[in-house]
Nanobody, 122 residues
């Protein structure tokens, strides 16, 4: 059974940093892409960043480009999202997802974690 477990969320002041972690288990992810999405209250779930396991290609949403960095540790089946220069508008529940192609579309991802709350106070 595939499991994606996020951690690392919390409360931080604007301008601060957090690192989110997603541990994947239950199958081989070497041919998968891993992504981070977020959902703020009353808003649609939106793409944040993604990375492919096989060639480490990355993609970022415009609002986070230059502030967030996605990375992975193949040996640990773990994906990270380093978030710097956080803003109040980054407040959301952040979800890890796995899919067969690197995409900014929610529909491209088959597996989802339960999410971790990130709150940025201004």
């Amino acid at each position: 059974q595939v499991q994606l477990v996020e951690s690392g969320g919390g409360l931080v002041h604007a301008g601060g940093s957090l690192r989110l972690t997603c541990v994947a288990s239950g199958r081989t992810f070497s041919s998968y892409a891993m992504a981070w999405f977020r959902q703020a209250p009353g808003k649609e779930r939106e793409f944040v960043a993604a990375i492919s396991w096989w060639n480490s290609n990355q993609d970022y949403a415009a609002p986070v480009k230059g502030r967030f960095t996605v990375s992975k540790d193949n040996a640990k089946n773990t994906v990270y999202l380093q978030m710097n220069s956080l803003k109040s508008e980054d407040t959301a529940v952040y979800y890890c997802a796995a899919g067969v192609s690197l995409s900014a579309s929610r529909g491209a991802y088959d597996y989802w974690g339960q999410g971790t709350q990130v709150t940025v106070s201004s």
